[in-house]
């Protein structure tokens, strides 16, 4: 007999449902869970949605009943204005042929091409720094990681208009969730569809260019890439990625990169454990495709900031098939969140799970292994990050670039309490002291 129990929660108000609760309280989604257990009901953005979390929750979502989720239909609004028809929102075959397209330009040979446009972009940031002594890195970070997105991905040199696409990106992102009820041209939305449109006229030239002279950035490698029928990608598909990857190839790695810095820094002993790591290495010689490979250490790192600081706290889906998990039945036609925030926190897989730890990660502990699907920070199952492999070997560069030759210390009297929309960062951005060793 099929059951028909919904899960346990509340919808809220009429309307509006619990989204003022769910963007301001970042407990939201902990106090439920530890009420109601791994699934449970609210109204998000205008709709009935369930919020699933831990690693079989996650597990079901991602992989094993993918088939009953559609992506474009459980992204706020907002999301498809804004990035539009992009891989992001694509689903079934229609996506499947356009990653494939798109791996080449983010994997294996073309990864090998970009080690060193990475090492000397960070260089030149690195200089910069160091002559400036005191600035706020989250700042610098956006900056830094959008020159090496617009040059490796787009073709695109450094200088004002690459300062101009930064800013604008930035605009777009702070409308992603904005509450958009009045079409005023002052709100964040409207200033973020602007933005959009300017966005989308910079990159339909930058496109252009490419079809008519191909460069060696992954843009050209799609504008050639072909399907098994010989078919390319048609130019308004290749703006629409070209969004993305511009947005998803510099908005996490800066989130990350900022909260590595600032654990760093709270735990000198990690740091010095790290700087040892990569001072052996540097002795061989300089940084290489090949020394990336041989950095335990600071691989559980990484880890460990992805599990603690998360650049985005879950994904949204649309359930477009009737499914039912622990003995409830949830309706096609709602929303659902997965949870990577509280599937990050759970204490039966990493005990202390405030608590900064990159032993975690240790070949003797292996917390992520007992359960597959315990760190989504990049998602999991046949969609993980596309850009997955070009973030962590840019995190990578420019953490061993850092541990080599500069030191920092945080400067006093700033917030670094946890900011979580568009993406997670400190409060106040963080501001430092940056000297040489």
Known sequence: MKNNQIPPGSFGLPILGESVSFLFDYKFIEKRYHRYGDIFKTHLFGRPTVVMAGPKAVEFVLSSHI????????????????????????????????????????????????????????????????????????????????????????????????????????????GLFAINLLPLPFTKFNKALAARNQILEHLTQVVRERQQKPTKDALSLLVQAQDEDGNSLREKELIAQAVLLLFAGHETTTSMLTWLCVELARHPEVMQRAREEQLQLASQGELSLEQLGKMPYLEQILLEIERLHQPVGGGFRGVIKDFEFNGFHVPAGWQLLYSILMTHNLEEIYPEPERFDPERFSPQRQEHKQYPFSLIGFGGGPRICIGLAFAKMEMKIVAAHLLRSYDWEILPNQSLDTARIPTNRPKDGLRVRFQPL
């Open 67 to 174: 088939e009953h989720f559609s992506w474009r239909e459980g992204w706020p609004e907002n999301f498809k204005i804004l990035l539009g028809e992009s891989l992001f929102l694509q689903d079934g075959e229609e996506h499947r042929r356009n990653r494939r397209l798109m791996m080449p330009a983010l994997h294996g040979p073309a990864l090998a091409n970009y080690v060193s446009t990475m090492a000397d972009i960070t260089q030149n940031y690195l200089k910069k720094w160091e002559k400036k002594q005191e600035f706020t890195w989250f700042d610098e970070y956006k900056q830094l990681t959008f020159d090496i997105a617009s040059q490796l991905l787009l073709g695109t040199k450094p200088g004002a208009e690459c300062v101009r696409l930064s800013q604008l990106f930035n605009t777009l992102s702070n």
